[in-house]
């Protein structure tokens, strides 16, 4: 197994979730229906703190998403909880866990083939072919932001936290914890 270079990759290394990351592209290497691993998100922008998620996607073989789909647990192994979300789509699915280190992970099983998915700039071709990406609709970047801020926007706070599954919690508090910490640093800065 051997983890692609690209050119924001020495930042990546720095960091705590480096070795969360290697682990990651290990373990899918072991599964014999992921063709690669693709990094989203801070590490693909090369922007990452030590507060940052690791954002991937396990690219499923041609028509093998089913069979990634119930070796997602392999990704995830000794965490300290892992969950499913965003089950919607027939050949994407979200396994997300929290690692003994309190990194969260999101990873995005797909088959890119389906059309389930799309990618926008910039991405990283972890684990697999670099031309990976290319299986996958191409958008722009102001779409995807789009999205995302309507997703953010449409969250709201949970009127009842015990609503919540312990998931869709720690996500919430993960993200509390990480505004806090980020605006507490800026404040020092300044």
């Known amino acids: 197994m051997s983890i692609n270079d690209w050119p924001r990759r020495e ?3 720095s960091l705590r979730q480096w070795s969360v990351i290697e682990t990651l592209a290990s373990r899918a290497a072991h599964i014999d229906a992921i063709d690669g691993v693709i990094l989203l998100g801070s590490f693909s922008r090369g922007d990452p703190d030590e507060l940052s998620d690791i ?4 690219v499923a073989a041609h028509g093998r998403f089913q069979d990634v789909w119930a070796e ?5 192994e000794g965490a300290l909880l892992a969950w499913d979300t965003e089950r919607g789509e027939r050949d994407l699915g979200w396994h997300k866990w929290l690692t003994p280190e309190i990194v969260k992970v999101e990873c995005g099983i797909v088959d890119p083939d389906s059309g389930s998915r799309d990618l926008a700039d910039p991405c990283v071709v972890l684990l697999g072919d670099p031309s990976l990406t290319e299986r996958f ?3 722009s970047r102001v779409p995807l ?5 309507k997703r953010k926007t449409e969250q709201g706070v949970p009127d009842n936290w015990d609503q ?3 998931g869709e919690l720690i ?4 993200s509390e914890m990480k505004d806090a910490v980020r605006r507490g640093l800026r404040q020092d800065r300044g």
């Open 137 to 139: 609709p191409q958008i």
């Open 164 to 166: 919540l599954t312990a």
């Open 72 to 76: 997602r647990r392999r990704l995830s």
């Open 171 to 174: 996500e919430w508090k993960i």
């Open 55 to 58: 954002d991937a996607l396990a």
């Open 11 to 13: 930042r990546a290394e």
């Open 145 to 149: 932001d789009e999205r995302i801020r």
